[in-house]
């Protein structure tokens, strides 16, 4: 790669609008510090430092870009909170590490050369702020000969856990552990011994794990019949199980404890966009990014919350001019609010010009990654502060009106995500590994083979004062563990905002909440504002499914969504949860039900609710 020199452009903008605890995360994770630990960055001076970094790709397809320019329009996207990148392209762009990839996939084959040579990648992606997915279904089996020594081997959840314990003494990007997803096919002969890894609490805390699940075994979920299971390294039948015992057992095991989630690999590789490269076996830590071996991907969302404007434009300028702000919740309780298409628009298209131009300015941990992720260029944009963007537009999350007002907002996103990158691929070219006559192409020549990603947007939301990706409101108030030893309360400012237009303010009301109480046991609030601030647990499964399939159905990589389970949830409630996903065409799906582990990012004081 030629070096790309940058410079520094004075770029004067208003300071970014930051709330305490997105200072506390900034402070502590993002930005610059000295070799003492001292912080020596402020916010504006990070999104100056990533919009320049990234606009001088430019400069590679136009020596006479007005790179100035577009480092100020990056600069104001992301000051003005209405779009982020993923972390590392926020923590590493512009400073020596220059890993602005948040996604990987590594290959794991059957041998102790590769095994090991990917501990070692891992271990590398992991201290540059990555995170990684493997497939240990090429591995053989518990017991099955070793020809070079006459032993037996020892299988998948052995090396597993030399993963785990590399990721343990690795942090990530100087910040926090390495996350790591680990999958095996159902017809792998140790899939009992996967299935049942995480229901000893201690084991594999630095994996999330998946079941990879066929058309064909879905399709007999229901019935007693056996299926084969297969020995990975010769290819011959070593055994059967009974489809509905295996089945069970994966939804026993996620009841209890959260885990495994499923993948349902054959829809995943029918959007395959280069199945002459290869199958995709495995995704990121979050099951968002579906990714072939050595293959990148980085994300970046559009915060929902910044794409409205009032129905009256005058009340929105009378208000803009008093408070010098048009933050939502300082203006929800006094504006009715519309989407804002035309800057929705806009905000995508330039996500997308920034995204693609990550590509080209990072630097790759591996040779092989950096070309995966150039011959594919596949970018991953999502959203953010959905949950909020609805309470802003009065509709509750659980409503047939919310499932058409996000399919609305998503197929204009790709829509409009689509024509942009087949303008970049009029001025920069096609993504080099493009083929004619695929069907996962047939939507046009593009710049990118993958557009659309619905992330998690764990920290970003924090930074961006909004709900987290397409998640209803997990409670009006809770604990956040944004960082390894960091915790922070966080009350919905919306809910604030609405309760002192409506006259059911008071200080006793933030004690309440801050004490942990759920909206639910406090009185005089109104029954539409309950139904408007439905939280996670008062949403049943089936909406939870629903609404991550509207996503699925416009985004080409995947849906990164939790479906939270109260503590007294049935068992057939995972169940009905799991096969309602495979039916309505989602390409994964990931429960949890709360209480069933001793940490988890988000707690509430009441664990009956939480």
């Given at each position: 790669m030629s070096k790309i020199y940058y410079l520094s452009y004075n770029i004067r903008m208003p300071k970014p609008e930051l709330t305490r605890n997105a200072l506390i995360v900034l402070n502590r994770r993002y930005l610059k510090k000295d070799k003492k630990g001292n912080v020596i960055e402020t916010p504006e001076e990070m999104f100056r430092r990533v919009a320049q970094n990234v606009a001088e790709a430019d400069r590679l397809y136009n020596p006479f870009a007005d790179i100035k320019n577009r480092a100020k329009e990056f600069f104001e996207m992301m000051a003005s909170l209405e779009f982020l990148p993923n972390s590392p392209t926020l923590m590493n762009a512009g400073r020596e590490l220059q890993q602005l990839s948040a996604c990987f996939v590594l290959p794991v084959e059957d041998s102790l050369e590769s095994i090991f040579e990917a501990v070692k990648n891992t271990a590398i992606i992991h201290q540059s702020g990555g995170g990684t997915g493997f497939s240990f279904s090429h591995l053989r089996p518990k017991n099955d000969v070793v020809s070079t020594t006459s032993g037996i081997a020892s299988g998948p959840l052995s090396f597993m856990r030399v993963f785990n314990m590399a990721t343990e003494v690795i942090k990530q990007g100087g910040a926090r552990r390495g996350a790591n997803m680990g999958v095996l096919r159902?017809?792998?002969?140790?899939?009992?011994?996967?299935?049942?890894?995480?229901?000893?609490?201690?084991?594999?805390?630095?994996?999330?794990?998946?079941?990879?699940?066929?058309?064909?075994?879905?399709?007999?979920?229901?019935?007693?019949?056996?299926?084969?299971?297969?020995?990975?390294?010769?290819?011959?039948?070593?055994?059967?199980?009974?489809?509905?015992?295996?089945?069970?057992?994966?939804?026993?095991?996620?009841?209890?404890?959260?885990?495994?989630?499923?993948?349902?690999?054959?829809?995943?590789?029918?959007?395959?966009?280069?199945?002459?490269?290869?199958?995709?076996?495995?995704t990121n830590p979050c099951g968002e990014q579906p990714l072939l071996p050595y293959e990148a991907c980085n994300l970046g969302s559009i915060n929902l919350t910044k794409m409205v404007k009032p129905k009256n434009s005058n009340e929105y300028k009378a208000m803009s001019n008093e408070k010098n702000s048009t933050h939502c919740s300082s203006l929800i309780a006094h504006c009715s609010f519309e989407i804002d298409w035309e800057k929705l628009r806009d905000t995508v298209y330039k996500a997308v010009h920034f995204l693609d131009n990550v590509i080209d300015v990072s630097n790759y941990p591996l040779p092989q990654i950096e070309n995966m992720s150039k011959g594919n260029r596949k970018i991953g944009l999502g959203v953010m502060g959905f949950a909020d963007l609805l309470i802003m537009l009065s509709i509750p999350y659980n409503s047939k009106k919310a499932l058409r007002k996000a399919e609305e907002i998503i197929k204009f996103i790709r829509e409009n995500a689509e024509e942009k990158s087949t303008e970049l691929a009029k001025e920069r070219g096609v993504f080099p590994n493009y083929k004619s006559g695929v069907r996962s192409q047939e939507s046009g020549v593009r710049r990118n083979a993958t557009l659309i990603t619905i992330a998690p947007t764990g920290t970003l939301s924090i930074i961006a004062d909004c709900s987290s990706g397409i998640e209803p409101l997990y409670a009006i108030s809770y604990i956040r563990r944004a960082l390894e030893d960091v915790k922070l309360l966080q009350i919905n400012p919306l809910f604030i905002e609405i309760a002192k237009k409506r006259g059911f303010y008071s200080e006793e009301l933030i004690k309440q909440l801050e004490n942990g109480a759920v909206i639910e046991k406090i009185k005089n609030i109104p029954d539409d504002v309950r139904r408007l601030f439905v939280t996670a647990f008062d949403i049943s499964p089936e909406w939870h499914v629903k609404m991550q399939a509207i996503f699925q159905k416009y985004t080409d990589n995947a849906v990164s969504k939790t479906i939270n389970f109260p503590p007294d949830a049935e068992i057939s409630d995972v169940r009905d949860a799991f096969l309602l996903a495979y039916k309505l065409g989602c390409k994964g799906l990931t429960i949890y039900r709360s209480g069933t582990r001793e940490e988890q990012v988000l707690t509430c004081r009441d664990i009956h609710y939480c």
């Open positions: 159902v017809d792998h002969p140790d899939i009992m011994e996967f299935i049942d890894a995480k229901r000893i609490s201690h084991e594999l805390t630095n994996f999330n794990l998946s079941v990879g699940i066929t058309d064909n075994f879905m399709s007999r979920t229901g019935a007693d019949v056996e299926y084969d299971l297969i020995n990975p390294r010769t290819g011959e039948k070593t055994g059967k199980l009974k489809t509905k015992g295996v089945f069970d057992r994966i939804v026993q095991s996620a009841w209890e404890s959260g885990e495994p989630g499923i993948l349902f690999l054959d829809r995943i590789n029918r959007d395959n966009p280069t199945p002459y490269l290869g199958e995709i076996e495995c």
